[in-house]
């Protein structure tokens, strides 16, 4: 057994006391996305992929139905909720995670134990790499581990990203939790978040590197920003769906129909759909070139699709900017762009293997010439999504 799982085992023993009932240990990554950025609420695609960072939780049943956490993060808080009583949000704001997932598994009718849990994590919080998915992905898997119930994925999923929108109030879509829960080792997601359905794409480590850039701007999606646009998609998908009934999101409208509409729609809302309906396209472009290998220009969309989010969608700042510009520039890289929610985070980069040493030194120094603070590099394959290693 790894020994990052060896000593999570003792410090949870250190934190909930020994006694004979067995630890489990639950892996939940992170994720990252390829391309089709703010597509998954508009009922698009998106292609992203379960990476090494991850959420790891040694847990153990309880038998009085009481749930206790605790996280490595945050030395000697213990939090206890009871799993017979009405789970509500509250102190501290990380539980709300946890107390989401548990209300809502309750909510579905799953039965369940009681558990402790210690959280250990080594995605950086806030950095757009789905800790949050991880963290709720990896409950669910805890507790039904210790209840000895399973559920498939596409579910779990779904009932994190409700425990999500009620429980941490972001009004996220599906995609994060659906790459964490359903990831695959070697291959990206294409997912369809209408359908739910999933289609793999090998990624060859022989090939490629997935580089992963944290600009070291904390983003934050519970801010206003995110559920403005979701809004303003809306506010687009209102106005088409009076020329065409049939239209129910932003995925049913074409690009034609888009600049039909400049001039009639509010000019932001139609920058908003510009860059919603141009991205869902790229995307399921970028999936059948990188099936067939087409590196560069898979990287060409990715570079794309950081100008949309840049000009259209009005989710960058210049330290994410600086980095894409920075990094399409170094010989070896097919292309680069923000991931995530943006207003913060990370950049993702398509690099030809020998050339990634070099680009993260390039990178961290002109980052550090400009902005003066150093950017956190990470190099991935992607991974399996959650589930319990022991
Ligand atoms: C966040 C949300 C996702 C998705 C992305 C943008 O990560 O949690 O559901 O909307 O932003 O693509």
Redesign the pocket.
Known sequence: MDSAYASLRQRFEKTFGQSDGRIHIIRAPGRV?LI??????NDGF?LPMAIEPEVRIACRARGDGMMRIASTAFDGQIVQLSLQQKITRGEPTWSNYMRGVAAEMIAAGIPLVGMDALYDNTLPVGG?L?SSAAIEVGTAHALLALSGETVDATRIALLCQKAEHEYAR?P?????QTAVASGRAEHAMLLDCRSLAKQFVPLDPQDLRVVIVNSMVHHE?SGGE?AQRRQQCEQGVAYFRKLNPSISALRDVTLQQVWDAEGKLPPVVFKRCRHVVSEITRTTEAAYKLTHQFYEEVGELMIQSHQSLRNDYEVSVPELDFLVEQAITIKGVYGARMT??GFGGCIVSLVQPRAVDAMIEQLTHAYNEQFGKKPAAYVTTATAGAGVLE
């Not at 089709?36 to 609420?41: C, F, L, Q, S, V």
């Open positions: 996305n089709g950025e703010h597509t998954d609420y998106v757009g789905s972001v996220c879509g599906i995609m994060d999606l995110y995530g929610g």
